[in-house]
């Protein structure tokens, strides 16, 4: 087919290039403008940007896709590319920006074939931004991609195909992201392939969670919630915001922990008190059970296994990790 491709991060550049080595030609790449990135916080184009200048295909970054918006200009001129590409269909994935409804109406008054979705969970569960670390932190068994038929709605529309894939007790967003990310470009090629074929199944009413965004606040480690829920957290924020506290004042971040549940028998500890420190984890208390930190991160240093961290950082049991103050996020319904 004659594709035009919506995307911005590493998540769609591998669907991207699934489809590009499949015989499909990318007649247009739609991605988020270059946003400022790094120390010196220089221009740094998208992961799926890099691809399609690596590969010749035009690019086009609006700042925004309405046509009656503050970015009309750049809408008109993605509109007019759009018009000239002539393609089959849309694929979407991880593209960062809603599609109007005059976008969805260019490619439904074409083949028929409309805008596609590659969407990382099982749909309705975690619609939205977010599903990869939402689906961590509510601690679900599995997870999956949808790939959808997209209508005006968010994440609303017509499942075309699914896989399942399990998420293991050791994933963080960074592993099941990487895994999750090969399904997603097998799933398109495999739709794409069959596409005169779909049946298309209205997702059900029940079982919808919308995955909001993350930010740096709700990963906020806040002591007085359970330790399996802090401990999914921290693998549900990395590789980001990274899940953090602080010691003394000192902000922390943490990278690597596991929960282990209280002994009924000892008395009971200030949430957040170090109650053991050693070579295998700092050991901290939390509203439910012992969170016990495993890969420690000072400010602009190295991530450290919590060994050579304690080595240049003491910390003494008896005392306390600083509050959350508030800013954690509430834990997540499942």
């Known amino acids: 087919m004659r594709l035009v491709f919506a995307g911005t991060p590493e998540f769609a550049r ?15 790449v739609l991605t988020q403008p270059d946003r400022p990135a790094g120390r010196g916080m220089k221009l740094q184009a998208s ?21 009656d918006g503050a970015f009309a200009d750049d809408a008109l001129q993605a509109q007019h590319a759009l018009e000239q590409a002539q393609p089959d269909a849309m694929v979407v994935a991880a593209y960062g920006l809603l599609l109007p409804q005059w976008v969805l109406d260019v490619f439904a008054a074409g083949s028929g074939f409309g805008c596609i979705n590659i969407h990382a969970s099982l749909l309705p569960r ?80 029940d079982g919808v969670l919308y995955a909001a965004k993350v930010d740096k606040a709700q990963a906020a480690l806040d002591w007085t919630l359970d330790a399996a829920l802090l401990a999914r957290r ?27 549940a209280s002994d009924a028998a000892a008395p009971n500890q200030p949430s957040g008190m170090v109650l053991d420190v050693g070579a295998r984890g700092i050991a901290v208390s939390t509203g439910s059970g012992t969170l016990v930190l495993t890969e420690l991160q000072r400010a602009g240093g190295k991530r450290l296994g919590v060994a050579d961290f304690l080595r240049g950082f003491p910390v003494v049991p008896g005392r306390c990790f600083d509050p959350a103050g508030g800013s954690a996020a509430p834990p997540m319904q499942s």
């Open 126 to 205: 975690w619609r939205g931004a977010a599903p990869i670390h939402r689906a961590i932190e509510a601690g679900d068994a599995q997870t999956g991609i949808s790939l959808m038929r997209m209508d005006a709605g968010l994440d609303t529309g017509d499942i075309l195909l699914s896989r399942t894939m399990s998420i293991t007790p050791q994933d963080t967003t960074a592993r099941l992201h990487d895994r999750l990310a090969l399904l997603g470009g097998e799933l398109a090629v495999e739709g794409l392939a069959c596409a005169r074929q779909w049946q298309p199944k209205a997702q059900s009413a």
């Open 14 to 28: 591998v669907a991207l290039a699934a489809l590009h080595a499949a015989g499909h030609e990318i007649a247009l």
């Open 47 to 67: 992961a799926v940007k890099d691809w399609a200048l690596a590969h010749g295909v035009p690019v086009q970054q609006p700042r925004s896709l309405r046509l």
């Open 234 to 260: 921290v693998r549900a924020f990395n590789p980001a915001p990274v899940a953090h506290t602080a010691w003394q004042g000192e902000a922390i971040k943490v990278w690597a922990a596991h929960a282990v």
